[in-house]
Nanobody, 118 residues
Framework: QVELVESGGGLVQAGGSLRLSCAAS????????MGWYRQAPGMQRELVAS???????TYADSVKNRFTISRDNANRTLYLQMNSLKPEDTAVYYC????????????WGKGTLVTVSS
């Protein structure tokens, strides 16, 4: 079992920045990759960024050069630095983790809301 708790969401003006955090606990030694996903109203959940155990990162085209995913292994925390935010970035942001041998993320946090005003 892996527990994930997101924090750092809020209201920000377009062009501003936020940093999201995801604290992981439980059987974290089973984690092979972690990532940030988002879901806007009426839309499907989509990948924002992910990082594997060995540090390989993936970003959605819409956030490249604006968002940065990072991790602090000592503190068991995943981060998402979001710069140059746009109104279309407004969504609930979820932290997910994938265990070794699994095809996709199989543990999720409850999400944190990011609202970007124009």
């Amino acid at each position: 079992q892996v527990e994930l708790v997101e924090s750092g969401g809020g209201l920000v003006q377009a062009g501003g920045s936020l940093r999201l955090s995801c604290a992981a606990s439980g059987n974290i030694f089973t984690i092979d990759a972690m990532g940030w996903y988002r879901q806007a109203p009426g839309m499907q959940r989509e990948l924002v960024a992910s990082v594997t155990r060995v540090g390989i990162t993936t970003y959605a085209d819409s956030v490249k050069n604006r968002f940065t995913i990072s991790r602090d292994n000592a503190n068991r925390t995943l981060y998402l630095q979001m710069n140059s935010l746009k109104p279309e970035d407004t969504a609930v942001y979820y932290c997910g983790s994938r265990r070794k041998g699994r095809a996709g993320m199989d543990y999720w946090g409850k999400g944190t809301l990011v609202t970007v005003s124009s």
